[in-house]
C-alpha cells in the first residue's frame, strides 16, 4: 500500500506510539506451600501470550449454494515460559499447583479447589506495575488464616480499577489452571540458561 512517510508518523503519534512487547505484566495467584511471589514470577517471565478467539463452523447448504455458518467459540491456550533460577522457586511453583489438580494419589480436584484468576496487560511506555500496593490491599487477617489453614488467598487484582490509566490492553483469565509444565533440558553449554514453559488452560478470558 503506497503513503507516505510522514503520514505513518502522524498515525504512530495519534496512537500514542508503536506498541512495545517487552512492556507486560502477568499476574498469578498465590500458591500454598511456595515459596515463589507474585512479583518474582513476573519478573522471571520471559514471554507471555495473549489469547485470541476463533470460530467453529459447520457446512450449510442454501438451494445450490454452499456457505458454513458459525456454532462454536474456541479460546486459544495461553503459554508462559520462564527463567529458572538455582532455587528451582518456578518450578515447585507450578508443581505444587499442578498436584492441586491431580495429586499423586492420582485423586482428581474439584475445579473450584485448584482453578484461580490470573490476568495479563500490556502497559504503557515506562509504566511498571506496584505490586507491593496490591500486597497492601490484602488484610493481615486474610493473611493470617490463608497461613494457618493453608489456603490461597483468591485476591481481587482490581487493576482495572487502580491501573487503568496505565495500561494498553488488559485481560483477565477466569478458572485459570496450568494444563502443562514442560521439562527442562539440560545440556553441555558453559553459558547455557534453564526455562520452563507452561501452559495455562482456563474457562474464558474478558477485557478489563
Known sequence: MAFSIEKLKTQITKSDGLALSNQFVVVLPRIAGTITETKELNVLCKTATMPGRAMATVPRIYSVKG?????????????????????????????????????????VGYEKEYSSRMSIHHLRKGMS????????????????????????????????????????????????????????????????????????????????
Open 67 to 107: 456457505t458454513e455458518i458459525a456454532n462454536q467459540i474456541i479460546t486459544d491456550d495461553v503459554t508462559l515460559t520462564f527463567h529458572l533460577l538455582n532455587d528451582w522457586g518456578v518450578k515447585q511453583y507450578f508443581e505444587r499447583w499442578h498436584q492441586s489438580v491431580i495429586g499423586s494419589s492420582y485423586y
Open 129 to 208: 506495575y506496584d505490586f507491593d500496593l496490591r500486597n497492601r490491599g490484602i488484610s493481615f487477617a486474610s493473611k493470617f488464616l490463608a497461613k494457618f489453614l493453608n489456603f490461597t488467598v483468591n485476591v481481587d487484582f482490581d487493576f482495572d480499577r487502580n491501573y487503568s490509566d496505565k495500561t494498553n490492553y488488559s485481560l483477565v483469565l477466569e478458572d485459570a489452571y496450568p494444563k502443562s509444565v514442560s521439562g527442562v533440558a539440560l545440556d553441555n553449554q558453559p553459558d547455557g540458561l534453564l526455562e520452563i514453559q507452561v501452559v495455562m488452560q482456563y474457562r474464558d478470558w474478558r477485557r478489563v
